[in-house]
């Protein structure tokens, strides 16, 4: 052991090795060899539980041959900024093509009671100076989130040419034309010069693969698609139909975090279905101060966005403008290490970063046992493993929902739910009847890209994209992929991960922004990453990643280590190394050298 261990560790209330140990032991409960295959995938007799629940009627329409400029897959916070940016660059035939009833992406989908967004509003709400608007809250709820979006594809004109409850079904590029043809559900065959695939990371719902799950006669549904004619009440809850209702919720992640407060309050009883407890931090959320708001400067909103990402990706600032539960615990390790900047000795810092997260979820357990009456109860509640390893959650009343009589939890160490019956669900052993189920179980991330699509898309000399990233994805910077002349990728993969994914996909979107416009006015016709390019780029992709690797191995199964079997196709499949910022300056830099490095341009 160091002399810094040595020292930091006689200044604790805790040993740092019962914790570790306590900590793999929790995690090996977990590890399971089936990995991202245990969960059932929404097609067939399931793909139900995909069907649009919001949309008031179909719309007919003819099936469309034609020709635009740049089509944009997915109206979600990706495709709205894209076509804010582009239309800002000037930009005039831009499609976005959407499969729910309007624009929203994940908010759109995700209209379950008290759903709200856990990253600060005034950071995470897309365009909010452009638009003039300050949202009412520190932590916006769902409503407020999707008529924002709305709001922005009116102001930025992207409805006119947009499609709604249009799905693409296939992409393939046609050489002799130099243009992209994209098929839909609909029939139609449009073309364009250019495609930005802008699907989303979490836009799949998933299953759990459960014997018996065909087999349950009662109602049910997935959150992302909540069946409020079934339920009663909407987003801000009153869920009076469940009055005399026993509703079986599967899955304690983010989402069910922020509804079982909702159901708790509606519900004749309500069993939570526990695999693995979340960790919940303080939400403290609060109005809008009007002075506040009426004091921001111009540029306010970057400002504060680029303070924010500093933190969390462990940078020095100032001041911390947002103070909240994701700033903290790099404040933490500001006050315990002297952490600063040039002085640091980073060596030190991995070890220093793992004792202020002991002493963090020290405080989340302690919370807990603080809120939560019953003693057996709160130490199910309790998660073992380290903040990052799933993603924290932040709220004050789920919590006290377990304190209410009518409230279950029923914990399964780690086991998760064994089956379902024809009239409910067994854990530990036991069958708990009720009326319904509701699957909190979350979205695909860890299969085939082209799967979570919905569609594969036919590059030159006919290569299939889910071909081509069969072992592994291949991109230079995360957005252009060889073979795939004038098409765009917006993802996390192989680019910057945010804990504020719409300050990403902002960065993403100017520098496509950047390269459309030089297409446009040098004459370009299609671009696309040389060998070269590619292959140093996923080079240095899997090196980077190896900063990373013992920690991941290291946690609690979940989607952010491909359900505890991170291997060389998931780390390849992983976001820059280094963070977004380094990411981010990257891209600066590049744009900056003025001649595209890397891309093959005719
Ligand atoms: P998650 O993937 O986070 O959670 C799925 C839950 O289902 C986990 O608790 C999981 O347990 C459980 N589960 C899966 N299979 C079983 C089983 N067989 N038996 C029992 N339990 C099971 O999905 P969410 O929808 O909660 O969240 C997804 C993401 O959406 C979040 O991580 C976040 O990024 C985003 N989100 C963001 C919000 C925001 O505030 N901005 C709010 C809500 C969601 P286990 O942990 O053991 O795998």
């Given at each position: 052991?160091?002399?810094?261990?040595?020292?930091?560790?006689?200044?604790?209330?805790?040993?740092?090795?019962?914790?570790r140990e306590k900590y793999r032991e929790e995690r090996d409960k977990r590890l399971r060899a089936d990995g991202n295959e245990q969960y059932q995938e929404v097609v067939g007799d399931f793909s139900n539980y995909i069907d649009d629940p919001y949309i008031e009627e179909v719309v007919?329409?003819?099936?469309?041959?034609?020709?635009?400029?740049?089509?944009?897959?997915?109206?979600?916070?990706?495709?709205?900024?894209?076509?804010?940016?582009?239309?800002?660059?000037?930009?005039?035939?831009?499609?976005?093509?959407?499969?729910?009833?309007?624009?929203?992406g994940t908010w759109y989908w995700n209209r379950y009671p008290g759903a709200a967004c856990d990253t600060e509003s005034y950071i995470y709400l897309p365009l909010c100076e452009e638009l003039g608007f300050v949202p009412k809250e520190k932590y916006t709820h769902a409503p407020e989130i999707l008529q924002h979006s709305r709001n922005i594809g009116n102001h930025y004109d992207l409805y006119r040419e947009a499609f709604f409850q249009t799905e693409v079904t296939g992409m393939e590029w046609l050489n002799d034309e130099v243009r992209w043809l994209v098929r839909t559900n609909r029939g139609d065959e449009m073309r364009a010069r250019f495609v930005v695939m802008s699907n989303g990371p979490l836009n799949r719902p998933k299953l759990p693969g459960i014997a018996g799950i065909s087999e349950y006669r009662g109602h049910t549904f997935h959150t992302s698609r909540w069946d409020y004619a079934y339920t009663g009440g909407g987003p801000e809850g009153n869920l009076d139909k469940l009055a005399d209702k026993r509703v079986g919720i599967i899955?304690?992640?983010?989402?069910?975090?922020?509804?079982?407060?909702?159901?708790?309050?509606?519900?004749?009883?309500?069993?939570?279905?526990?695999?693995?407890?979340?960790?919940?931090?303080?939400?403290?959320?609060?109005?809008?101060?009007?002075?506040?708001?009426?004091?921001?400067?111009?540029?306010?909103?970057?400002e504060r966005m680029e303070n924010f990402n500093t933190l969390t990706s462990g940078g020095i600032v100032e001041e911390d403008l947002v103070q909240d539960g994701w700033t903290e615990i790099i404040r933490n390790l500001i006050s315990m290490a002297n952490y600063r900047g040039k002085d640091t000795d980073w060596s030190k810092?991995?070890?220093?970063?793992?004792?202020?997260?002991?002493?963090?979820?020290?405080?989340?357990?302690?919370?807990?046992?603080?809120?939560?009456?019953?003693?057996?109860?709160?130490?199910?509640?309790?998660?073992?493993?380290?903040?990052?390893?799933?993603?924290?959650?932040?709220?004050?009343?789920?919590?006290?929902?377990?304190?209410?009589?009518?409230?279950?939890?029923?914990?399964?160490?780690?086991?998760?739910?064994?089956?379902?019956t024809e009239n409910g669900i067994v854990a530990n052993g036991q069958e708990y009847e009720v009326d319904c189920i509701i699957f909190a179980t979350g979205f695909e991330v860890g299969t085939e890209y082209t799967r979570r699509a919905g569609y594969d898309v036919v590059g030159q000399d006919g290569l299939k994209l889910s071909e081509k990233w069969a072992d592994g994805m291949r991109s230079l910077h995360g957005l252009h992929v060889r073979g795939f002349p004038n098409l765009f990728v917006m993802s996390n993969s192989q680019a910057a991960f945010t804990t504020n994914f719409p300050h990403a996909m902002d960065a993403c979107a100017k520098h496509m922004c950047y390269i459309l416009t030089k297409c446009r006015d040098e004459n370009i016709s299609t671009i696309q990453p040389t060998r070269e390019a590619e292959d140093a780029w996923v080079e240095e992709?899997?090196?980077?990643?190896?900063?990373?690797?013992?920690?991941?191995?290291?946690?609690?199964?979940?989607?952010?280590?491909?359900?505890?079997?991170?291997?060389?196709?998931?780390?390849?499949?992983?976001?820059?190394?280094?963070?977004s910022n380094p990411y981010f300056r990257k891209m600066v830099a590049w744009r900056e050298e003025g001649n595209m490095p890397g891309l093959e341009i005719t």
């Open positions: 052991m160091s002399e810094l261990s040595t020292q930091v560790d006689e200044e604790l209330d805790f040993d740092p090795d019962v914790l007919e329409r003819e099936p469309l041959k034609d020709e635009t400029d740049i089509i944009v897959i997915g109206g979600g916070f990706g495709g709205l900024i894209t076509g804010a940016r582009l239309r800002e660059a000037g930009f005039e035939r831009v499609r976005i093509i959407e499969k729910g009833g309007d624009f929203g899955g304690t992640g983010a989402t069910a975090v922020q509804c079982i407060p909702h159901l708790g309050r509606g519900a004749k009883e309500l069993f939570v279905f526990q695999r693995t407890p979340s960790s919940i931090d303080v939400r403290a959320n609060r109005p809008t101060d009007p002075e506040w708001a009426a004091s921001l400067k111009p540029g306010w909103q970057r810092v991995p070890y220093l970063m793992e004792i202020a997260d002991f002493k963090h979820m020290n405080q989340i357990r302690d919370r807990v046992d603080s809120i939560v009456e019953d003693q057996k109860t709160a130490e199910a509640l309790k998660p073992w493993y380290r903040q990052f390893c799933k993603r924290p959650c932040f709220h004050d009343e789920y919590l006290p929902t377990f304190n209410r009589e009518n409230v279950h939890l029923i914990d399964t160490e780690g086991k998760g739910v064994e089956a379902i992709i899997i090196s980077l990643s190896r900063y990373n690797e013992d920690f991941l191995v290291s946690c609690t199964p979940g989607y952010y280590n491909n359900e505890g079997q991170p291997n060389p196709k998931s780390i390849q499949n992983g976001a820059y190394g280094k963070g």
